[in-house]
């Protein structure tokens, strides 16, 4: 599926993924390929998600931390949509 995080300054992320995990508001949960299509609200917390040919943008790789292969991004809040296999995350 394809990830896309937009901030207030920019398209931080544009890329294929496996596994995308968010911090709702109801707790954390994940998304997987062909997920049913969802739109919510995002708190605090890290969007952590993992792909075999993640690809990150040099200019903003510092904002991104890689463990293992599982990337984060820290987030303040934000909102998630996932429709049509694409995901895509507003955030602060």
Same mark, same amino acid.
């Given at each position: 599926m394809i990830l896309e995080i937009v901030s207030p300054e920019a398209t931080l992320l544009n890329? !294929?993924? !496996? &596994?995308? *995990?968010?911090? /709702?508001?109801n707790g954390e949960f994940q998304m997987l390929n062909n997920h049913a299509p969802i739109v919510s609200l995002l708190v605090e917390g890290s969007v952590r998600f993992k792909g075999v040919n993640v690809k990150i943008? !040099?200019?903003?790789? *510092?904002k991104f931390s890689n463990v293992k292969g599982e990337f984060s991004l820290p987030i303040? *809040? /934000?909102?998630i !949509?996932?429709?049509?296999?694409?995901?895509?995350? &507003?955030?602060?």
């Open positions: 890329t !294929e993924v !496996e &596994l995308i *995990s968010v911090p /709702g508001v943008n !040099e200019q903003f790789a *510092s303040k *809040s /934000g909102t !949509e996932m429709k049509d296999n694409k995901v895509i995350i &507003l955030a602060d």
